[in-house]
């Protein structure tokens, strides 16, 4: 979880999920669309792809990222869980 929580902890990275949300991108496409270098960008995907917030699968030169909403699913469950604790 701690994982989880340092990678939303930053703004690249959110921009990042933000743009996954709408399909599939590769590196490349990521890296174009902010103004930092691609070993930087290469170090952002990679921190997402430790907390399990997004996939990549390799086809030919590419690397094509995708988002995991399943991590996103189970934080929220656990979120939602102390919003029912509160309630009763």
């Keep these: 979880m701690n994982l989880l929580f340092k990678a939303l902890n930053d703004q690249t990275r ?15 496409e990521i890296a174009d669309r902010f103004h930092i270098s691609k070993p930087s960008i290469s170090h952002h995907l990679d921190l997402l792809k430790q907390a399990e917030l997004v996939t990549s699968v390799k086809e030919g030169q590419f690397i094509y990222y995708s988002l995991n909403t399943t991590v996103m699913d189970e934080v929220l469950k656990w979120i939602i869980q102390f919003s029912k604790n509160k309630k009763k």
Excluded at 14 to 28: F, H, Q, Y
């Design 14 to 28: 959110r921009e990042i999920l933000e743009l996954l949300k709408d399909g599939d991108l590769t590196a490349g």
